[in-house]
């Protein structure tokens, strides 16, 4: 007689599925990062293009120059803010190229990185800074006096870094610089915690590894086809964890390039794709609704590397998916998933015949 699905243990029953268990090469974060950034293979080979339109900025890194611009950033972090294994760096930052190298830093270091949307009120910056235990934040300079304001309710809070364009500067506490990196880093040390809306009351922390960073990387790398010739634009804010896995974090895993802007922008979203040669975009479906009304002609751009979105973190509506698959020849590649899955969980094969394709939207 079968048993009961009741009586079966569905941890047991997941690793029965799952197969052996997948092993990294490497036994720390800043393992993997020396091996990405230290590699011949990629010595000349652009990993982050930023773009900002409004100011008319575009800055760009080879994998050695983005590597040396961490190594320099985590050393400071390290001497000049006292930080170590395990602490905890908040950051009320947007897309930038400086926010970027912050994460990498501190992920090098064995820190944990907790992202603080800066739109999001005092309050709540306060109460994610307070619940967080947040050692020390770095912030762009124009939040500085908010930050400075609150310093009086963050018993842990021991430092204010100001983030400009041209760098960090320590402009609140001095703790004591640390001598020595911990021997005893992991893969498995945390190192990011995504506070959620708290659309059921106060934010929560969802906490996540390295290795979770890492394996969520491979599996949408793997899954996509995702390889050193790709190049991923991120429209999305990297504050949260769609932004920061799918179009960092992937494309330094798998060697390929990402193209950072500042914000998304219909006027310009088109036009990037091309000069960029840009292979894959992630998404939220209001941004293909903005598309679709914007309606640009898109005929006169090379969009031949162009292979289509990943799309999620939100309902995509049916009418939404076929009429911009109508309009624009670029698959929506859907998929599902959330903050305490690291990233994305699941998508829709890519290897769907048409009409299969259109009938699972």
């Given at each position: ?10 941890v ?22 020396r ?10 080979k ?11 900025v ?24 006292g ?19 912050v ?5 090098v ?31 762009w300079h ?31 506490g ?6 020595s ?14 506070y ?54 992937t ?92 990233c994305?969980?699941?998508f ?14």
């Open positions: 007689m079968c048993p009961l699905i009741k009586d079966i243990d569905p047991s029953l997941a690793h029965q599925m799952g197969g052996p268990p997948f092993a990294f090469p490497w036994s720390t974060f800043a393992e993997f990062f091996t990405r950034v230290e590699d011949p293979g990629v010595r000349d652009v990993f982050l293009i930023y773009h900002d339109d409004d100011r008319k575009c800055r760009t890194y080879t994998y050695p120059e983005f590597g040396a611009q961490v190594l320099k950033l985590s050393l400071f972090l390290r001497e000049r803010c930080l170590t294994r395990g602490d905890h760096l908040a950051t009320v930052l947007f897309n930038h190229d400086q926010t970027v190298m994460y990498f830093a501190a992920w270091l064995g820190l944990v990185v907790v992202p603080i949307n800066v739109a999001e009120t005092t309050e709540k910056k306060r109460y994610i800074l307070e619940h967080s235990e947040a050692k020390v934040v770095c912030c124009e939040y500085v006096e908010e930050l400075e304001s609150l310093r009086n309710d963050l018993p842990s809070l021991q430092s204010i870094v100001q983030v400009t364009d041209e760098g960090f500067s320590v402009i609140q001095a703790p004591s610089p640390s001598t990196l911990s021997p005893c880093a992991s893969l498995h040390d945390h190192a990011l915690i995504v959620t809306s708290g659309t059921t009351g106060p934010p929560k922390g969802v906490i996540l590894t390295a290795y979770n960073l890492l394996i969520d990387a491979e599996a949408i790398a793997h899954w996509h086809g995702f390889g050193m010739d790709d190049r991923l634009m991120c429209v999305l804010p990297i504050h949260h964890v769609n932004g920061t896995v799918v179009t960092l974090i494309p330094f895993y798998c060697q390929g390039s990402t193209v950072l802007n500042r914000k998304f922008k219909t006027a310009t979203f088109w036009s990037r794709v091309h000069a960029e040669g840009v292979t894959c975009v992630s998404v939220v479906p209001t941004l293909l609704e903005y598309l679709l009304e914007d309606n640009e002609d898109v005929s006169t751009y090379k969009l031949d590397r162009f292979g289509g979105f990943i799309c999620g973190a939100g309902p995509l509506l049916v009418d939404t998916a076929a009429r911009f698959e109508d309009r624009f020849p670029f698959p929506i590649r859907h998929g599902y998933g959330l903050s305490e899955t690291t994305y969980s699941c829709l094969p890519n290897d769907l015949s048409p009409r299969h394709h259109r009938h699972w939207l």
